[in-house]
């Protein structure tokens, strides 16, 4: 055998060891599920409720095509990727809509296949940016990942987004992560004119990005 297997964190070990990091947090610290009284949550002025913003979010539907397929493949078959996971949940929370991790959680928790109290709570926790365990609060995924990104898409044929978005199937791959960029033509030559057959992206991711950035900073600091 070769001495060619990746380390911890990256390993199966590596993920195996925060399960079980995160199972005995889970047992050991209040109010794990919680973010009044939880050793493991830093206290952020999350904006209200926003009964549309979360339900766009959910369904699928918030213009933002790799956010979008993922959500819709959870709704459809219970299973998103690792890395999904963290785009969307990073989406919906410091990175674009600013709306508390409790909501996403609980849209997870009721749609997961491998739906788990303590791990569940736990990456909500670290990927909202809340916990000491959480990546820096400062570094978002773009939800128009290019092939690039960590998130490690397949842009060249953009074969998963056509799958789960079929408004977008004869959208050339070049555009397919931001298609409101693309020209009237294309559009209709691609069946697809956004803000008619698929929505226009519901925030400016940029100016959202900022804007949270600071508001995050400014509730730390509070
Ligand atoms: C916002 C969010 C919510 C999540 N909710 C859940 C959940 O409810 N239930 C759940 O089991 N996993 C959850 N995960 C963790 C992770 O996405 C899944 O465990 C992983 O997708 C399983 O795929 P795999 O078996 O191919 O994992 P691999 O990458 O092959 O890892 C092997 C095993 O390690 C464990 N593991 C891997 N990553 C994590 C992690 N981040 N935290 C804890 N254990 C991990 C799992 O048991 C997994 O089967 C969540 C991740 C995020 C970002």
Known sequence: MGNDFTKPPESLH??????????????????????????MCKKIDWGDYNDSALSAW????????????????LDATGWMHHL???????????????????????????????????????NWLWLSGVAPFSMPYFRLYNPCPDSKSSLNVET???????????????FPPKYILEPHLSSASIQQSSNCVIGKDYPFPMVNRKESAKENLMRFKDSLAA
Request: charged letters at 25%; glycine letters at 6%.
């Open 58 to 73: 959910e369904m699928g539907l918030t213009g933002f095509p790799y956010i979008d397929a993922m959500m819709r493949q």
């Open 156 to 170: 060249k044929t953009a074969a998963f987004i056509k799958f789960w978005i079929p408004e977008l199937k004869e």
């Open 84 to 122: 999904g996971r963290h785009a969307v949940s990073c989406f919906l929370t410091r990175g674009q809509l600013w709306q508390h991790w409790k909501y996403g959680r609980d849209v997870f928790q009721k749609k997961l296949l491998d739906s788990d109290w303590a791990v569940n709570n736990a």
């Open 14 to 39: 590596g993920q195996m060891l925060f399960r079980e990091m995160f199972y005995l947090l889970s047992r050991s610290v209040s109010n794990w599920d919680q973010d009044l009284d939880n050793q």
